[in-house]
């Protein structure tokens, strides 16, 4: 019986002959001396993870094959879902414990979302809350500040009275990623350091500009926008998030060229509520960020050639 | 008598039946062993046509899996395709023929479809070592590396697959790939004491430098060098840890080994510039440096550095 099961071993594996290429040598090899070198020796990399409701769970996914690749993150910024995984990813989360999260996503995680009052919201004008997402994070994260966290992150909201964007960077961290992850129409509009806040996808959907302003030097961005190109939204839902959707598009354009490298997850056709799928979600991160990993990494070393150069020239 | 004979008459058409299905066993224990052999072609042309459906029932499942691994490992996917998808909508609860066409599909690039039937198959025997191969390997190549960890871990702990080297060099490179240096060199071991290859050495001496044993790295690569001397990018890889090593005098005669045989060789060219450089000797460095610039489409990445190397020598960073 051992025979035959090691015959079938046999006879399903095929010999490879993996001869590695001389750039993937040299890049191995340039690799491993980037990784070396301290920030400021090589440019600060900044993490962008961009708006995107239940797509923006495929950042988790990006994250797991950066941080397995041992790329250097010095600096995260989000927006909305973004705000929550780079909340959680800056504040030391292991990969497995962010994976078990965003699968067990649900839709009234960090909501008192329910038929009722949804309902209610149809009828009386009741906004839902999101206080429930402070409880979350503090839960999670232990009611930290900013300056407690691993890695400096920044997260973006948009004031519901003047329109300015407003990036937080210092103070409590629950109320600011809750602030930047609150659909407005939906949910009440946050008070806090005397403003009303609202999801921050509608000024700055690919917080690039958050993360220069933490002192990012190359900015490798995560973006999970929605293809809203076939959709008519059947509902009121649909049609604002539909809305926040196209006018993050229009944004994201200029924030797209300022970021020196892009990962894009395909999770345009998943639908902005669709947990059900989250998994899937988290998986087509992984899957986009495989695929460019090469490319972000010789961008990366070539832009660390400088601080390699005074390792290479001998001392005069 | 009269009675018993119509029993005889049965038994004796019973011990034909049994002398057949033994004889169809045998032949097909025959046919396996040649397939085992690498005789793929003649496994193919004993079961091809209309051979399959003149067997007895009983035999058709392990025939059509015979004769699909055969085309498989013949390269004619397609046809092995073909074949599987059959067996599948005739048999279509058995778990072997399942598996191969999972694994035709994987080996087809089809993984969206292939990856269904890998967990239609694992969600009934979550040990069948075939399927969690498979899966290991699909989940490696989208990025999942702690997925892939987990069902290389579950296919070798499967026995006869443990003796698999192959196996332990592919589950080596994905510990290396997390950063799981300990574990990857025990694993990598493993697959050098099964097999000796230029693969499985040097990919030990990648996982040795990782965990930081530079000298046991430089053997390894040497010994992968010394198995396959043709081997070019075992030769490079040696030189360019030279290198790292600040051995320079040894970096520089594995550059010239290389140039020997191919005197425009990009990365031997740039190793040779980089030992220039480390030494001031900056011309040379420069010489070099333009002959890498030109690998252009088939090395882009050399040509980039290389020329990113240059400007910054002619003092235009």
């Keep these: 019986m051992i025979r035959i099961v090691a015959l079938l071993a046999l006879l399903t594996t095929t ?30 990399v900044g ?23 041992g790329f250097p993150i010095d600096i995260v910024a989000g927006t909305s879902m973004g705000a929550v995984i780079g909340s959680f990813f800056s504040g030391g989360y292991s990969m497995e414990k962010m994976w078990s999260v965003g699968a067990k996503m649900r839709m009234n995680s960090g909501n008192n979302f329910s038929k009722i009052r949804l309902i209610s919201l149809i009828l009386n004008d009741q906004l839902l809350s999101s206080a429930p997402l402070e409880k979350l994070l503090n839960d999670g994260l232990g009611d930290r500040r900013f300056d407690q966290l691993d890695k400096p992150f920044a997260c973006v909201a948009m004031d ?3 329109g300015e964007k407003i990036i937080f960077r210092d103070g409590p961290l629950a109320p600011a990623v809750r602030a930047s992850m609150n659909m407005p129409g939906i949910f009440k509009p946050v008070l806090y350091r005397h403003r009303y806040l609202v999801d921050g996808g509608v000024v700055d959907y690919v917080p690039v500009d958050a993360a220069k302003l933490l002192g990012a030097e190359w900015i490798l961005a995560s973006v999970t926008e929605g293809d809203y190109s076939n959709d008519t939204p059947t509902n009121v839902l649909g049609a604002l998030e539909q809305v926040i959707d196209i006018r993050g598009a229009i ?39 495989r695929k460019q990993l090469q490319g972000a990494k010789d961008n990366y070393i070539l832009r660390s050639l400088p601080g390699l150069w005074s390792h290479w020239k001998p001392k005069q | 008598m009269r009675r018993l004979t119509p029993i005889l008459v049965v038994l004796l058409a019973g011990c034909g039946s049994i002398g057949r299905r033994a004889e169809i066993r045998l032949r097909l224990d025959n046919l396996s062993a040649e397939a085992a052999a690498g005789k793929h072609v003649s496994v193919i042309a004993a079961l091809s046509g209309d ?33 599987f998808q059959l067996a599948e909508g005739l048999y279509p609860k058995n778990l072997s023929l ?21 967990r239609r198959i694992l969600k009934i025997h979550p040990n069948n070592a075939a399927s969690n191969h498979g899966i290991a390997e699909i989940f490696r190549s989208e990025g999942n590396l702690t997925a892939s960890k987990l069902h290389y871990e579950r296919t070798l702990s499967e026995m006869g697959w443990d003796q698999n080297a192959l196996i332990w060099l592919d589950y080596g490179s994905v510990l290396l790939e997390r950063r799981d240096f300990k574990e990857a060199v025990t694993a990598l071991e493993r697959s050098v004491s099964l ?22 790295s430089r053997k390894h690569a040497n010994a992968a060098f010394r198995l396959d001397p043709e081997r070019e990018d075992a030769l490079l890889q040696r030189g360019l840890w030279e290198l790292e090593d600040m051995d320079l005098e040894a970096a520089s005669a594995t550059a010239q080994l290389v140039l020997s045989t191919e005197s425009d060789h990009p990365l031997a060219r740039w190793l040779r510039a980089s030992v220039h450089l480390r030494r001031g000797e900056l011309e040379q460095a420069s010489a070099d440096l333009v002959v890498a610039a030109a690998a252009g489409r088939k090395n882009p990445f050399i040509a980039k550095t290389a020329r990113a190397m240059l400007e910054r020598l002619m003092g235009n960073p």
Excluded: C
């Design chain 1, 160 to 162: 519901i009275s003047t």
């Design chain 1, 15 to 44: 010999a490879r002959a993996e001869m590695q290429s001389p750039d993937a040598l040299l890049r191995d090899h340039l690799w491993r001396q980037v990784q070396t070198l301290e920030p400021g020796q090589r440019p600060r």
């Design chain 2, 195 to 216: 097999s000796k290859t230029t693969n499985s050495l040097l990919a030990l001496a990648r996982a040795k430098r990782a965990f930081g044993d530079k000298a046991e």
């Design chain 2, 51 to 83: 051979t399959i459906h003149t067997l007895q029932k009983f035999a058709r499942p392990r025939a059509y899996l015979l004769l699909g691994q055969s085309l498989r490992l013949n390269g004619e996917l397609g046809k092995a395709l073909q074949l």
């Design chain 2, 98 to 118: 399942l598996t191969e066409l999972a694994s035709v599909l994987h080996h087809a690039g089809l993984d969206d479809r292939a990856r269904p039937y890998y």
């Design chain 1, 251 to 289: 944004l994201s354009r200029q924030q797209r060229r300022e970021a020196d490298y892009l990962i894009e997850p395909e999770v345009g056709k998943i639908a902005y509520y669709d947990v059900s799928r989250s998994v899937e979600v988290m998986e087509r991160g992984m899957r986009a960020a």
């Design chain 1, 47 to 69: 993490l962008v993870l961009s708006a995107g409701s239940v797509r923006g769970l495929a950042h988790i996914g990006v994250i797991h094959v950066l941080h397995d690749a």
